[in-house]
């Protein structure tokens, strides 16, 4: 059963990592984009960086998480 938690923690993680990459990458290249005005880009920029803030908050559910699992287990 630990080990079934620690594997959807892991794999939540890496899903949230994922996907806010593909996001950010999506976001920054159409925040780049000059053709566009200028306020689609800050705009698109500040997803840029929410979608970051993702990525942190993912890798850090996934260190987090699996340390706090591993711990309760051996309580």
């Not at 840029?48 to 591993?70: E, N, R």
Request: hydrophobic share 60%.
């Amino acid at each position: 059963m630990i080990f079934l938690a620690q594997l959807v923690v892991f794999l939540a993680a890496l899903a949230g990592i994922a996907g806010c990459s593909l996001a950010m990458i999506y976001f920054a290249g159409r925040a780049t984009n000059r053709a566009r005005a200028r306020d689609f880009r800050v705009r698109q920029g500040v997803l840029a960086v929410a979608c970051l803030c993702g990525i942190v908050a993912s890798a850090g559910l996934g260190f987090v998480g699996v340390g706090a699992i591993m711990y309760w287990a051996g309580q």
